[in-house]
């Protein structure tokens, strides 16, 4: 019946061709290389095949100092389970970065796509609804909901301009920073803006029609539509 390769034999047996290969093979082909060794003729003196286990560390043992290579046969057990445990250490700390770094990658790439889409990032569900309760209080018969209705037209303006990331201490100062490159409906943003400091600052003293403020929602509708924000 074949035997069945089980995952401690097949990582015994990869440490230990390792081992070959890194303690056998390349010191050995090294040694061949330089012809060094005790006596006048080297232990190894041609490279046509690879340098057996047995014969390096028959090497090992003629050229190490007395004591030497006994202290190092005693301690080679304790070197491989070290090694192992730096290995793994090693490995665990290199798949953590690996994973910090997928993370922050994802971090950034969601950052650069909401700059880039800033409108599309936005809550435009929650936009739309707001947009929903204004235009009720603008359809109302009550002057002050139509007050109302423009000042908080006025608010998602605000947050409008903060979404394309426009700065600015007042609401006059981020527009003034759009240009009409960036801001098609700029000039229609101003009038509206002009219609609310009116009725900001003079309140109810001022007079306003049904015609007023239905003017002044539709130019708040077109500049929002120009950035599908309702």
């Known amino acids: 019946m074949q035997d069945h390769v089980t ?8 440490l230990r061709f390792l081992g070959e290969v890194a303690f056998a093979w390349i010191p050995g082909t090294l040694a061949a290389i330089m012809g060094t060794g005790v006596g006048s003729n080297p232990p190894i003196s041609i490279v046509n095949e690879p340098v057996g286990y047995g014969d390096f560390v028959a090497y090992v043992q003629s050229i190490a100092a007395p004591g030497y290579y006994e202290s190092l046969f005693n301690c080679w057990a304790t070197f491989v389970i070290i090694s192992i445990i ?8 290199l798949t953590y970065c690996v994973i910090m770094l997928v993370e922050v990658r994802e971090r950034e790439y969601r950052h650069f796509h909401t700059m880039a889409h800033p409108v599309a990032a936005h809550d435009v569900p929650r936009s739309q609804a707001r947009w929903g309760r204004i235009v009720e209080e603008a359809m109302s018969d009550n002057p002050q909901k139509w007050r109302l209705a423009i000042l908080e037209a006025a608010i998602m303006l605000n947050a409008l301009l903060d979404t394309l990331g426009h700065r600015g201490e007042t609401m006059a100062d981020k527009m003034r920073e759009a240009t009409r490159e960036q801001f098609n409906t700029i000039d229609l943003a101003w009038d509206a803006h002009r219609m609310r400091n009116r009725v900001a600052h003079e309140g109810e003293q001022m007079t306003i029609t049904e015609r007023d403020v239905r003017n002044t929602i539709n130019l708040y509708q077109r500049v929002f539509q120009e950035f599908n924000f309702v």
């Open 7 to 14: 995952l401690g034999g097949g990582l015994q047996d990869l």
């Open 86 to 93: 730096i290995s793994l250490l090693a490995a665990t700390f």
